[in-house]
């Protein structure tokens, strides 16, 4: 299965143009993490983004919570991902019916489509929103990720709603690159389907709720370590906020990207040697 393989093999494996080339770039620059950059300043989000991008394979954003937002920002964040050779994953959450969400997608303040390489929808409307975010996304090479499961306690995405979500992704393969999952989704909602066909699927699975120096928040996240996301759970990028950004000065944010990134990387390496 695609939990044994590297990388870059895996890349050979994708026809989308997102997928392979985040595949390529976290073997590239070995690194399987991907920081999620919260902040609510322009300055502080490129500041942070400079300081982390040498040690990750993708930066996730929440560009709606940037109180002194600019369309420059975007053109800036652009030049960090061409400096840093990292990818670009907007977590929109969308969660509308077709028609609404390439709307949402396309134009408002944001086009997130326009520098996004990767976002994300909640299965809950049903397949139309994968056509919708499709009709606008696939002429641009863009991903879709979906939400299968999700972090935080009590999380309704469970059980036949996570079953559901793989089977739309299996209908779409070619726009929808993978999850946001807490463990691999090899062989959820596949009975009756061929088992060669299942041995050869190759899902992405990108997972928040990554911290090695706290269970979790007072609102519900809660905490992985790296080993248990990779090795225990088969996962294949995690994605760290607060405890990177969080961390003090720039030379500690520093420190906190390269320790996920070691360990990360060093999760994967024990995955794929057994
Ligand atoms: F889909 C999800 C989820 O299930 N859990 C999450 O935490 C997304 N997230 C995002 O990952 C969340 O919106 C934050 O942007 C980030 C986690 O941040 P933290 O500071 O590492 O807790």
């Known amino acids: 299965s695609a939990r044994l393989l590297t990388y870059a093999q895996r890349a050979e494996n994708h026809h989308n143009p997102a997928a392979k080339a985040l595949l390529e770039t976290i073997g590239r620059k070995k690194s399987n993490l991907c920081v999620s950059v919260d902040v609510t300043k322009q300055a502080d989000f490129l500041r942070i983004i400079d300081v982390v ?3 990750i394979c993708l930066v996730k954003t929440h560009v709606d919570v940037i109180e002194d937002f600019e369309f420059s920002m975007i053109d800036r964040l652009k030049e960090l991902s061409a400096k ?3 990818l670009i994953f907007e977590d929109r959450k969308f969660a509308d019916i077709g028609n609404t969400v390439a709307l949402q997608y396309s134009s408002g303040v944001y086009k997130i489509s326009s520098w996004s390489h990767i976002t994300n929808a909640h299965p809950i409307p049903g ?9 606008i996304g696939t002429p641009l090479g863009r991903g879709l990720i979906l ?3 999700m972090s935080s306690k009590g999380t309704l995405a469970s059980g036949a709603y996570t079953s559901q979500a793989v089977q739309m992704a299996r209908a779409h393969r070619d726009f929808v690159i993978g999850f946001i999952a807490m463990r691999r989704m090899d062989g959820v909602g596949a009975e009756g ?3 060669t066909d299942l041995a050869n699927e190759d899902f992405l699975i990108l997972t928040p709720g990554v911290g090695l120096d706290a269970k979790g928040d007072s609102m519900g996240q809660q905490y992985r370590t790296p080993r248990e996301v990779v090795l225990e759970s088969g996962c294949d990028v995690i994605i760290v906020g607060r405890g990177i950004y969080g961390k003090g000065n720039d030379a500690d944010i520093q420190a ?5 990134r070691k360990e990360g990387w060093a ?3 024990e995955r794929i040697s057994v």
Do not use: K, V
């Open 53 to 55: 991008g040498p040690y």
């Open 84 to 86: 840093h050779d990292f």
């Open 127 to 135: 397949p139309g929103i994968i056509t919708g975010l499709s009709s």
């Open 147 to 149: 939400l299968a499961e």
């Open 193 to 195: 389907l061929d088992s």
């Open 256 to 260: 906190q990207a390269e320790r996920y």
């Open 267 to 269: 999760a994967y390496e």
